[in-house]
């Protein structure tokens, strides 16, 4: 397996946030009043990672990401047809994008290039963006969800496609490249992938292991929508199956799951584990149906991890999960425990990139 990402708290370039050197410290301008000195490059790397993440988004919601993402030149004519406003705006919030260092171009009227750093800049914002953005309603309507956490969660909901982006700009460093190695080291014939969203795991590995055939599992239909599209545009379709369903259903019908070398579950069973008969029938039922010598790849997390690198945003992910949405995260432990249970005769963990993350490996 190829080398794990590194944890967001030592980020490319940067230097240790949680590790601030702070002390007594004062300038030739400053009176002994004995204040707490914030070293620079602290206050550096916050106003950084706030700007990038916020124009990121910005970047994400006018439909330039597209752009961003193939990584070479595009013209200010490409840029406001994806945004659709007036070339004129347009140019503005690129020239920002440009004096942030998030965009490079050579002359004033020359295209406009992603840095090099891009995808290390947006999985850092993503950190940002998942824990104030997509869980707003949990930090707006904190008191509530601690007193009435039913009634606040069915009024107050997540907007699930500030979800989906941020696990996404968290995922291409944090855990997709420990969940793709692992996979593809395998060769597998057929892959099931269990609440597969849009698809993007999925079809990677179906471009990168062109003779294998896969199956999407969703409860979302737009989710399936968009993963159907997205093979037909990867030029996958005709190797990919897509299934609208939860991943409970399997228990009465596990069809799917037939024939699977890999069945991979990315951050979808700790919803299950709340339902622990359901979850043990769930185990049971990939377990039976993969084929010999077959593996159940779960990317997840573990609560309240508190080595330094990951203790404080696995201590804000295993809060949110608790209190706001219902879910006791398993220790690595008792994952451990209920894939044995479920009869899998080997277990092996990774420690993976997000902090709290783990990549179970159950064999059959």
């Known amino acids: 397996m190829e080398a794990v990402s590194p944890s967001p708290a030592l980020l490319p370039g940067r230097t240790r946030i949680g590790r601030a050197r702070i002390g007594t410290e004062k300038s030739p301008n400053q009176q002994d009043v004995g204040e707490p000195v914030i070293s620079s490059d602290v206050s550096d790397i916050a106003a950084d990672l706030a700007a990038n993440a916020t124009l ?7 439909g330039l990401s597209p752009l961003l993402d193939r990584g070479t030149p595009f013209t200010l004519a490409e840029a406001t047809t994806a945004t659709g406003v007036p070339e004129a705006r347009a140019l503005l919030f690129l020239r920002a994008m440009s004096a942030a260092g998030l965009l490079e171009r050579d002359a004033e009227t020359g295209p406009f290039m992603p840095c090099a750093e891009l995808a290390d800049r947006r999985y850092e914002a993503g950190y940002l963006s998942w824990s104030l953005n997509a869980n707003r309603p949990y930090i707006d309507h904190a008191e509530r969800f601690l007193r009435e956490p039913d009634a606040a969660g069915r009024q107050h909901q997540r907007d699930g496609r500030r979800v989906a982006v941020s696990s996404r700009w968290i995922g291409s460093r944090g ?31 179906l ?37 609208n369903r939860s991943v409970e259903t399997l228990v009465d019908d596990p069809a799917p799951l037939d024939g699977a070398d890999i069945i991979h579950a990315g951050f979808v069973m700790h919803d299950v584990a709340q339902h622990p008969e359901v979850f043990a029938s769930v185990l049971r039922a990939c377990r039976e ?25 696995s201590a804000l992910f ?4 608790e209190t706001s949405m219902g879910v006791r995260l398993p220790t690595e432990d008792r ?16 420690t993976l990139g997000m902090p709290g993350s783990r990549l179970f490996v159950a064999t059959r």
Request: with cysteine; hydrophobic share 40%.
């Open 56 to 62: 990121l988004e910005i970047a994400e919601n006018l």
């Open 175 to 205: 855990f997709y490249p420990g969940v793709l190695s692992e996979i593809i080291s395998r060769k597998p014939r057929h892959i099931v992938d269990l609440g597969s969203g849009a698809g993007a795991l999925l079809i990677r590995l």
């Open 207 to 243: 471009t990168e292991l062109p003779t294998s055939t896969g199956v999407a599992l969703d409860l979302s239909p737009g989710a399936c929508e968009e993963a159907e599209r997205a093979g037909r545009h990867a030029q996958v379709d005709d190797r990919l199956r897509v299934v």
């Open 289 to 313: 149906h993969l084929a010999d010598g077959g593996c159940l790849v779960v990317t997840d997390a573990v609560p309240y991890v508190d080595t330094p690198g990951e203790r404080a945003f």
């Open 318 to 321: 295993s809060y949110l999960h």
């Open 335 to 350: 994952w451990c425990e209920l894939f044995r249970q479920a009869g899998f005769s080997e277990v092996a963990t990774t």
